[in-house]
């Protein structure tokens, strides 16, 4: 039972409180098989019996309820619903009177409800109208408001993801930039092949990742382009080798959740002298997918700043928490004069194995 009622669920609300009560007085009925037993009169007894019953029980959910036991006004609620119980009491008694003997007057029951058993019955059949309603009313309050606390944690984390894949190092765009204008100057060719390589960089940044899983291929594509323009910008200090699986294409992921830890790789491992980076990744036929990438360490580079968590390494494990709860593992970490990165996903329905 709700208290507002759109246009759109006017008719499925309507048609719960009908159900109620006709469950009600068909239960309430069978329930007075012990002393008449005809249900088909008992029913139509009922009908004008409870009808005093369901005006409380309205006068309660549209009324009291919503502005004082909602405001939290508990006292002033406990009030005012104990007088309109003892009113409704003191009605139904007389309106029962009158039907058995004006209405109904065959039954033999009117003088019952002017005693104090009689009253004692009609406060009970309130008190359970009004808890039967309640307890319905609450149950749907308490559905209606994890339902919008839902929406509005998937809202949340759905603008937490935009922000998180879509944030580009500007100081990479700066420099690819720098690099492309003094590869032009020297070959013409290769300043196109790297400003093209950076026009699908960009394209998949922009188109890619408002999508929430693209297929592997497109994420190796979109590392490679990377990587091959790190390699120009870098010449002759880095080398880089890797190893993409072949197959399983039809395998998803989420967009730009591999670049940060390749972006990392080349950032903490330049060096005046040289350096390597290795990267190695591999997807089993049940959908388990590795990453692994290591680089060598500039011995210039602080321990402290080497292992503190940057804004990329911190983006993956964020989006890793969001996207693949209980599906993944992810470390990283100085090993043997290695930074190393490590991750596993389960791309199907599983979940991760525990070790």
Known sequence: MRLVMHNSGRGKTLLRHLLFWVLFLVLWSTHDLNYHRDFLENLQINVFVFIPYALLVYFNLYGLTP????KKKIVSYLGLLTMSIILTT???????YFYFTEVNFYLPTANFFTTFEGKIAIVTEIILSLGLSMTLFLTDEWYQKERRLREVEQKRLEMELNLLKNQINPHFLFNSLNSIYVTLSDSLKGGKD????????LSYQLYETGKKQVSLKKEFD???NYINI??????????????FPKNYWDMTIAPMLLLPIIENAFKHGQSSKGYKISIKSKVTQNGAFTFYVENS?????????LLKKGIGLENVGRRLQLIYPNKHRFSFGKHNSKFVVQLEIQLNENKMPNR
């Not at 360490?297 to 700043?305: D, H, L």
Request: glycine share 0%; no cysteine.
């Open 297 to 305: 360490i500039n011995e210039t580079t602080k321990k402290s700043t």
């Open 194 to 201: 790297m400003l093209l390589q950076f026009s699908d960089l």
């Open 230 to 243: 790190e390699r120009v910008r870098h010449k002759d200090l880095v080398t880089v080798t890797y190893e």
């Open 67 to 70: 502005n004082f036991l909602l």
């Open 222 to 224: 979109n590392l490679l």
């Open 90 to 96: 003191w009605f139904s008694s007389k309106y029962l």
